[in-house]
């Protein structure tokens, strides 16, 4: 049976983890004190975990800008994605994504709307750092399964930071918990990097990830990882953490010695 939270994530991601809380809720802890999630993206576990107390994180600045505005303003958003519904159509959508509006509101749903209109929820932008996905196949702006409302006060309590996830994950205390959902970039990967705002995930860039986390298990956080289930990526936690291989469409959970078969990894510490 569908909840309403299943709904709230209100990005399309690239990497989002909305199949991992419909499958694999139960892997994900029932208790602790303040929750961490430092690779935000659509926020697809935050919404469905629901936590009381959140600090959200991720370095795409316009889409923490867009978190923070529907934390009060949300009406005033979706007011803003009325007129896009409306209006979309090719030209609309070229026109919204040259422009630049310098009103927050107006920013945030510039936002929503290309993520919902563009090709395949993609998010990309040139070395100028401007957003320059095509126009993809969607025609609705707002979805029946909407509720902003609903976001915007769980949203209320957390602390949004657009940051590295480093330092983030340095401010956990013990009890916390950290979900951590990098890009996948695996050891020897030159062609197929999945390039995120300027800045590419680089394998330097999964070691200091791991480095933080066995700094923030050794402070007593629970932790826990998704990242590819490939041979360095095992290599990387396996001296520290637990590893369990999810297959993503069965549903079924295994120990990492059957990988192969399994898509994704989770490392957890609890
Ligand atoms: C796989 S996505 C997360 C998807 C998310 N779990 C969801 O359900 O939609 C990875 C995210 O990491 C962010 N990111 C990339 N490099 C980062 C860094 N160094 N520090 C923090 N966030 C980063 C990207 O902007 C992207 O939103």
């Not at 196949?137 to 976001?151: A, G």
């Amino acid at each position: 049976m569908e909840t309403s939270s299943q709904h709230l994530p209100f990005l399309k991601w690239v990497g989002g983890k909305r199949w991992l809380t419909t499958t694999y809720a139960s892997l994900l802890p029932s208790s602790y004190k303040k929750y961490y999630e430092v690779f935000l993206g659509s926020g697809a576990v935050f919404f469905s975990m629901r936590p009381q107390q959140a600090t959200l994180s991720d370095i795409n600045e316009e889409l923490i800008e867009c978190y923070s505005v529907l934390q009060n303003e949300w009406q005033e958003v979706v007011d803003q994605l009325r007129g896009h519904h409306l209006k979309h159509s090719k030209d609309h959508y070229y026109k919204v994504r040259d422009s630049k509006p310098s009103s927050l509101v107006k920013r945030a749903a510039r936002f929503i709307y290309l993520n919902r209109t563009c090709w395949n929820g993609l998010y990309r932008v040139n070395l100028r750092g401007e957003f320059n996905v095509p126009i993809g196949t969607r025609e609705n702006v707002l979805l029946h399964t909407d509720n902003f409302e609903e976001l915007s006060l769980l949203l209320r309590n957390t602390e949004l930071l657009a940051a590295d996830f480093e330092a983030v994950i340095d401010r956990a205390n013990a009890g916390d918990f950290i979900f951590a959902d990098p890009p996948y970039t695996v050891r020897h990967n030159f062609n197929g990097f999945v390039k995120y705002n300027e800045k590419i995930f680089h394998w330097d860039d999964q070691i200091r990830l791991r480095d933080c986390l066995v700094r923030a298990s050794k402070r007593g956080c629970l932790v826990f990882l998704t990242n590819a289930n490939h041979q360095s990526v095992i290599e990387l936690y396996q001296n520290d953490f637990e590893l369990v291989s999810l297959e993503r469409n069965s549903g079924i959970a295994a120990n990492s010695r059957n990988r192969g078969m399994y898509e994704e990894l989770v490392v957890r510490n609890f």
